[in-house]
């Protein structure tokens, strides 16, 4: 089970994303689910490290991530990563049973 969750400050900004695990619908490698979680996690680096130029801290690799933003966060990271993280929640409802993902918010 892949498990993908958000941490949102009080107005509703990304503070914290973390992925992990396997989505078992395949074997390793060839498991499009987990194909897809990564293509998202790595899309979303790639946008904030390359393009806007605004990495942000924390790790990625295979099978993890746990990224942290930066804060304040301008509505372009926001874009980007509200982007992303509206295709985990398709990614979710695709595949209920090979992922699961939640949000907090942070009083």
Same mark, same amino acid.
Do not use: K
């Given at each position: 089970?892949?498990?993908?969750?958000?941490? $949102?400050d009080q107005g509703a900004r990304p503070l914290r994303l973390l &992925?992990?695990?396997?989505?078992?619908?395949? $074997?390793?490698?060839?498991?499009?689910?987990?194909?897809?979680?990564?293509?998202?996690?790595?899309?979303? $680096?790639?946008?904030?490290?390359?393009?806007?130029?605004e990495a942000p801290t924390g790790a990625i690799g295979p099978g993890h991530a746990d990224i942290t933003f930066y804060q304040p966060?301008?509505?372009? &990271?926001q874009a980007v990563v509200e982007t992303i993280v509206r295709g985990f929640q398709d990614l979710r409802?695709?595949?209920p049973k090979a992922v699961v993902y939640t949000e907090e918010r942070l009083h």
């Open positions: 089970m892949i498990e993908i969750q958000l941490w $949102r &992925v992990h695990g396997h989505a078992g619908q395949g $074997r390793y490698g060839e498991d499009i689910v987990c194909a897809a979680a990564s293509a998202l996690t790595e899309t979303l $680096r790639i946008g904030l490290t390359d393009v806007l130029h966060m301008s509505d372009q &990271v409802d695709t595949a």
